[in-house]
């Protein structure tokens, strides 16, 4: 089992539509989950990070941490077309080093 | 642009050749990674620095794999004797104690 595992994709959705993605991570001791977004080609871009259970918020970006069922989620709202991108869930386990995802890739259809 | 480099951009190496790359961090960060990313999934670790001093290094960094990060400043990854399943894009991220790792643009290495 991987530490960390996202929902295959792809994922659909039309412009101005919430996108929802969902990681789950394995090592309980993980203390800090990690958003990034990554374009066709390119590296991968921090969007958001969190530590604590509950809501974080930035600007159109939501992460949302449930610790008790190793659940992370990351919600885009009013997608845009330029959001179109493989979004990676990463955790650390007290050792600094990430665990990622194998990323889920959005497309969002103007 | 996060501030982290890397040279080259891109490397094409026949089989058995050895390659070398760099990674320039963000002047204060002290602590520096390497991982490496095939296509269709997420980056996996390969090893990380804590000033000069090499901390961990995964299975995946076989004996042809080594690294160094001289002074604490600049660090190098070395494959020795090239194989096809070396191809990948090897990435550079960096971490100034608040836990979160800015990447660099990655260098992408096709072995032929």
């Known amino acids: 089992q991987k530490e960390v595992e996202q929902n295959s994709g792809p994922l659909s959705v039309p412009e101005g539509a919430i996108a929802s993605l969902n990681c789950t991570y394995s090592?309980?001791?993980?203390?800090?989950f990690f958003w990034y977004r990554q374009y066709s080609g390119k590296s991968p871009e921090l969007i958001m990070f969190i530590y604590s259970n509950g809501d974080k918020e930035d600007g159109r970006f939501t992460a949302q941490l449930n610790k008790a069922s190793q659940y992370v989620s990351l919600l885009i709202r009013d997608s845009q077309p330029s959001d179109s991108a493989t979004y990676l869930c990463?955790?650390?386990?007290?050792?600094?080093?990430?665990?990622f995802g194998a990323g889920t890739t959005v497309t969002v259809r103007a | 642009d996060t501030g982290v480099s890397q040279n080259p951009r891109h490397k094409i190496t026949k089989r058995g050749q050895n390659v070398t790359f760099r990674c320039d961090p963000i002047?204060?960060?002290?602590?520096l990674y390497w991982y490496r990313q095939t296509l269709g999934q997420g980056p996996e670790f390969l090893t990380y620095f804590q000033n000069e001093a090499q901390l961990e290094k995964s299975r995946l960094l076989s004996d042809r794999f080594s690294a160094e990060r001289p002074k604490g400043s600049f660090s190098t990854l070395e494959i020795q004797r090239t194989e096809q399943g070396d191809s990948a894009m090897y990435l550079c991220?960096?971490?100034?104690?608040?836990?979160?790792?800015?990447f660099g643009p990655g260098t992408r290495l096709t072995v032929l």
């Open positions: 090592d309980r001791g993980s203390q800090s």
């Open positions: 990463a955790s650390d386990s007290n050792d600094y080093k990430l665990s």
């Open positions: 991220a960096t971490e100034q104690g608040e836990d979160t790792q800015y």
């Open positions: 002047s204060e960060h002290n602590r």
